[in-house]
């Protein structure tokens, strides 16, 4: 674990974040917010990729908590069967669709509190949906962001919620709304896990780790 960064390196690592992609957007494809819930409830042990392939006939046929419904617990499994855990991803689709209906108008609540009362929705699910959906700059953390918090010392921790504790405090303000998809996204396609891209990163002047791929 590579020590905490300063401000003003994290603040040069974001700007060259920002002048890179101005715009950064997440990759699992959704056309609502029901539909983003659904998608990141699915994508926990899966990729993004796997999860597009099955949600893009899904989703044509039940973008809305009522469709899902009435498509059932056995149709959606047939929609979802290449994706891990697909049964009590099923299970729990059903279910939080359901709450939906009866207690929420239909709408996905935007409280971290009552999106993490649903089926299959945890801290991570809900922070994505927080900073996807309504824009705010909630720190979802995940793999590819836990080892480039760690290895860059952008925001060491232990765990998981000691790596988004230091993201919330150690990132400047301005940067906190995209911070979650420039880190996916570097993590995703450049600090990779066996042999980082560190030759060609545009940090790696920054970066504090000391086994550098170069
Ligand atoms: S220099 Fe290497 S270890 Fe550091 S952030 Fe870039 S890819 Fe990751």
Redesign the pocket.
Known sequence: MAKQLDYHTIREIFSRFQAAEPEPRGELDHVNAYTLVVAVALSAQATDAGVNKATRALFKIADTPEKMLALGEQGLTEHIKTIGLFRQKAKNVIKLSRILVEEYGSEVPNSRAALQSLPGVGRKTANVVLNMWWHYPAQAVDTHIFR?GN??GIAPGKTVDAVERAIEDNIPVDFQRHAHHWMILHGRY??VARK???GA?L??DL?H?EE??L
Do not use: Q
Request: with cysteine.
């Open positions: 480039l290895r860059s450049h600090c980082p891209k560190c990163c940090i790696r970066c780790f550098k791929n």
